[in-house]
């Protein structure tokens, strides 16, 4: 295939619309950089989603084999999966469900039964959350509003959750009940459009009721991507270029990337002379699949790239199964699974790690729904007229699984299999989802992409949601059926996460907590491919707060788009973040190991103490009978480990959570400051600076100044000076200017003062934590080390004059 050369160069490229490229897209086009976003399908406005045999029959995707539609449907050993193609990617087709992702459950499993946390916890996301709720406005079905009252697989749901003491609850959905904000619901009223517009142009209808979310909401009564963040961002002057399939990534010379794609005519069934665009930022957003089969293709272009690539693969454990005539005193039972969104109700699961000893892996059940003239989706064993296709399905499935290269991609064959008809009204899918094992392997093999993953290491995850929907059928007076794939242990996900899982540092995963890939600085993975293991509840939400997150980070300029071997084009990049002229890392926002010249240095403090609102004295706020708890988890990270040690008033960044019942609980540190033996004033005393950036629980911007004084003493002096913190809440973001080293507020308002302190044990672990990453490696952490035994030496050593 022939390259055509390109000189088009952009602020940033982002592949896959669904919801990490979206909302990448819409942040970084709103700060006013040149972004175009690659999306291999084609845009579908509402009233053009297919509906008739005829059309559903083409509604896949496998260009070689002419097909443009939106459903991708993957096989591989253990599992199948059904993934979307189309502007909008996966909430084209998916249930609408923005669960957030539960606090105690951002660990990932160890084989030995333990648990390690994930890079972020929740309230790094909180204030993202916050945003993508809004901008997409989620929210619970209106069960208690006419007309929507009447929805029985909603009340047979609560129903069966109170007789078997579960939790029931109705998750906040992405779908239009009401005109607008406020308004009063109901069913096919016009939607007041938001002011950045509709990318589409067409008129949309508040839900009617059809169950259809699954296969694309025609009445535009679905909030889908398109109809939000990928307006918003043509509107702020994105272009969206749907067709446009990479092909290919790699490095640029002098810094940034490049990107090799086709343009798909779908009208004539060709494709383009592959096209190469470049950028000073790469994000990818293409999905598990998309972006981990991008990466594995490309990984001879990005040597050091982690080894991490292709693991902690899972489907978010899902399964699939059936309620069948249920029965209400020897009477049918409506359940009437086609009447409301696909999803309006979730019975949630409790997990060992909510304090429920035995309980096992958390998880969650939703009911499902599926369009009235439709049977093919959930009674694939009873095809009435289409006998025919299905033998000649099943039997190429079972010739394939026997072969040695089985076709992974299913679209074509399953275009062939569908039919039509009705569902029985006493019938119900159920949808579980949670904890399972993320130990599958994603791999290439003559260019196809692999899944090395199966149900067995998750056995008692999918043995106990089996258990718990059979007590529901028994509530429900219903026969239970498992997805007629279970017999052979395989299960079916539409949520398939990891691949290029985020970790602490390149051994663990492939990108750190802000998505950014380990050694390429500018590359970023903004969709599930990035997940270290299962969300638990559905995905969707998790991955754009994440997203949000990362675009955050990228506009506060603390990366910066550099160098991958070269030095930078001229003018290409945006500025570092600098605050009060102290820089954000070494050069303005490069991030750790960021210059193939540099190496960054990062280790994980975590302190706990007492702070007293009112005072202005950190020790009388330790010691106050009004004190209340404070603790705080920091990730300090040096970019440059030379200036670091260089440069005694040097600038690294300080990222985690503080926790304060005053303050609203746990809470994400926006922006941190952290300095390493500063001069004190005197030659005989050094401080350790911390300058954290957070809100409280109204929103109000807070600041936290703290400094550990060392001082000139005995070497018995060295635990208690750089264990003890002493620290000022002050009102407001404040600069340096406003809280000077001594610890003096300047102009902003002092809220309160305390101590805290860092207990042995948390001691302990923290020197478990340093890691550096670049080319320097173990040597610049024996300079660090030596480095900060000399400094202890300087300041408690004896005088030998």
């Known amino acids: 295939m022939s390259v055509q050369q390109s000189t088009e160069h952009v602020d940033a490229v982002v592949v896959g619309s669904g919801f990490g490229g979206s909302v990448a897209a819409y942040r970084l086009a709103e700060a006013g950089q040149r972004v175009v976003l690659l999306e291999r399908g084609r845009p579908f406005p509402p009233g053009s989603f297919p509906r008739s045999p005829a059309e559903m029959g083409r509604a896949f995707w496998d260009p070689g084999h002419g097909l443009y539609g939106m459903f991708d449907v993957w096989s591989f050993k253990g599992c199948d999966s059904v993934v979307a193609s189309g502007l909008g990617g996966g909430s084209l087709i998916y249930a609408n469900v923005l669960l957030r992702k539960d606090e105690n459950w951002f660990v990932t499993d160890n084989a030995d039964g333990g648990h390690d946390p994930w890079p972020i916890g929740r309230a790094d996301l909180d204030p993202h959350y916050d945003q993508v709720e809004d901008m997409i406005d989620a929210v619970p079905y209106p069960l208690g509003r006419a007309p929507f009252a009447d929805t029985p697989k909603t009340h047979a749901m609560q129903d069966a959750a109170a007789e078997l003491g579960l939790n029931w609850a109705l998750p906040p959905l992405a779908v239009g009940f009401a005109p607008r904000r406020g308004a009063a619901p109901g069913i096919g009223l016009p939607i007041a459009e938001p002011a950045y517009g509709n990318l589409h142009g067409?008129?949309?209808?508040?839900?009617?009721?059809?169950?259809?979310?699954?296969?694309?909401?025609?009445?535009?009564?679905?909030?889908?991507?398109?109809?939000?963040?990928?307006?918003?961002?043509?509107?702020?002057?994105?272009?969206?270029?749907?067709?446009?399939?990479?092909?290919?990534?790699?490095?640029?010379?002098?810094?940034?990337?490049?990107?090799?794609?086709?343009?798909?005519?779908?009208?004539?069934?060709?494709?383009?002379p592959l096209r190469t665009i470049t950028c000073d930022r790469l994000i990818l957003g293409a999905g598990t699949y998309g972006t981990t089969r991008l990466l594995l293709r490309s990984r001879r272009e990005f040597p050091g790239l982690s080894p991490a690539l292709g693991t902690r693969f899972c489907g978010n454990g899902d399964l699939l199964t059936f309620l069948l005539k249920a029965k209400d005193r020897d009477r049918v039972r409506p359940l009437d699974a086609s009447r409301g969104p696909v999803i309006t109700s979730a019975i949630r699961l409790p997990d060992e790690l909510d304090g429920h000893p035995g309980a096992g892996r958390g998880a969650y059940i939703e009911d499902g729904g599926y369009p009235g003239f439709v049977d093919w989706m959930v009674q694939p064993l009873d095809l009435g007229d289409q006998v025919d296709r299905a033998v000649k399905f099943l039997w190429a499935r079972f010739t394939e699984f026997?072969?040695?290269?089985?076709?992974?991609?299913?679209?074509?064959?399953?275009?062939?299999?569908?039919?039509?008809?009705?569902?029985?009204?006493?019938?119900?899918?159920?949808?579980?989802?949670?904890?399972?094992?993320?130990?599958?392997?994603?791999?290439?093999?003559?260019?196809?992409?692999?899944?090395?993953?199966?149900?067995?290491?998750?056995?008692?995850?999918?043995?106990?949601?089996?258990?718990?929907?059979?007590?529901?059928?028994?509530?429900?007076?219903?026969?239970?059926?498992?997805?007629?794939?279970?017999?052979?242990?395989?299960?079916?996900?539409?949520?398939?996460?990891?691949?290029?899982?985020?970790?602490?540092?390149?051994?663990?995963?492939?990108?750190?907590?802000?998505?950014?890939?380990?050694?390429?600085?500018?590359?970023?993975?903004?969709?599930?491919?990035?997940?270290?293991?299962?969300?638990?509840?559905?995905?969707?939400?998790?991955?754009?707060?994440?997203?949000?997150?990362?675009?955050?980070?990228?506009?506060?300029?603390?990366?910066?788009?550099?160098?991958?071997?070269?030095?930078?084009?001229?003018?290409?990049?945006?500025?570092?973040?600098?605050?009060?002229?102290?820089?954000?890392?070494?050069?303005?926002?490069?991030?750790?190991?960021?210059?193939?010249?540099?190496?960054?240095?990062?280790?994980?403090?975590?302190?706990?103490?007492?702070?007293?609102?009112?005072?202005?004295?950190?020790?009388?706020?330790?010691?106050?009978?009004?004190?209340?708890?404070?603790?705080?988890?920091?990730?300090?990270?040096?970019?440059?480990?030379?200036?670091?040690?260089?440069?005694?008033?040097?600038?690294?960044?300080?990222?985690?959570?503080?926790?304060?019942?005053?303050?609203?609980?746990?809470?994400?540190?926006?922006?941190?400051?952290?300095?390493?033996?500063?001069?004190?004033?005197?030659?005989?005393?050094?401080?350790?600076?911390?300058?954290?950036?957070?809100?409280?629980?109204?929103?109000?911007?807070?600041?936290?100044?703290?400094?550990?004084?060392?001082?000139?003493?005995?070497?018995?002096?060295?635990?208690?000076?750089?264990?003890?913190?002493?620290?000022?809440?002050?009102?407001?973001?404040a600069d340096e200017d406003d809280a000077e080293d001594t610890g003096d507020a300047g102009d902003a308002r002092i809220l309160g003062a305390g101590v805290l302190h860092i207990q042995l044990t948390d001691f302990a672990r923290q020197l478990t934590t340093f890691r550096t990453s670049g080319p320097a490696g173990p040597a610049a952490l024996l300079d660090f080390g030596r480095f900060f035994a000399g400094e202890l030496w300087e300041v408690y050593g004896p005088d030998l004059d």
């Open 202 to 272: 067409v008129p949309r209808r508040t839900c009617r009721m059809c169950g259809e979310c699954d296969i694309g909401c025609n009445e535009g009564s679905k909030h889908s991507l398109d109809h939000n963040y990928l307006s918003a961002a043509a509107h702020h002057g994105a272009d969206l270029r749907t067709g446009h399939e990479v092909k290919a990534i790699r490095p640029r010379p002098g810094g940034g990337y490049e990107v090799d794609h086709v343009v798909h005519d779908m009208d004539a069934g060709v494709r383009s």
């Open 402 to 733: 026997f072969s040695g290269a089985p076709d992974t991609n299913l679209s074509e064959e399953l275009a062939d299999l569908i039919g039509d008809g009705a569902l029985s009204v006493s019938s119900l899918p159920l949808l579980g989802m949670g904890r399972d094992t993320a130990d599958g392997v994603l791999g290439l093999e003559e260019g196809r992409l692999t899944a090395d993953w199966t149900s067995k290491s998750s056995t008692a995850h999918f043995e106990r949601l089996r258990k718990t929907m059979e007590g529901i059928a028994d509530v429900l007076g219903a026969d239970y059926a498992d997805n007629p794939m279970w017999f052979r242990k395989r299960v079916v996900t539409v949520h398939p996460l990891g691949g290029a899982p985020m970790g602490h540092h390149p051994a663990e995963g492939v990108c750190d907590a802000f998505g950014e890939v380990f050694g390429f600085p500018g590359l970023y993975i903004a969709d599930g491919a990035a997940m270290p293991g299962p969300v638990g509840p559905n995905p969707s939400l998790t991955i754009a707060a994440m997203a949000d997150r990362m675009a955050t980070r990228i506009l506060e300029g603390a990366s910066r788009p550099a160098a991958t071997g070269a030095e930078p084009v001229a003018g290409t990049g945006s500025p570092g973040g600098v605050v009060s002229g102290t820089a954000y890392g070494t050069e303005a926002g490069t991030p750790p190991g960021g210059d193939s010249g540099r190496t960054s240095l990062s280790f994980t403090e975590e302190m706990k103490g007492f702070i007293t609102s009112g005072t202005d004295d950190p020790r009388a706020g330790e010691l106050s009978e009004d004190r209340e708890r404070f603790s705080f988890r920091l990730t300090i990270t040096a970019d440059d480990v030379d200036r670091f040690l260089a440069e005694p008033g040097y600038t690294a960044r300080a990222e985690g959570w503080i926790d304060a019942a005053g303050h609203g609980g746990r809470r994400p540190v926006q922006r941190g400051w952290f300095n390493l033996f500063a001069p004190g004033g005197a030659e005989d005393r050094r401080l350790m600076k911390y300058r954290l950036h957070f809100t409280d629980g109204e929103g109000r911007p807070r600041t936290l100044i703290g400094r550990k004084n060392v001082l000139h003493g005995p070497p018995t002096r060295i635990w208690p000076d750089t264990s003890t913190l002493y620290c000022t809440i002050l009102e407001g973001h």
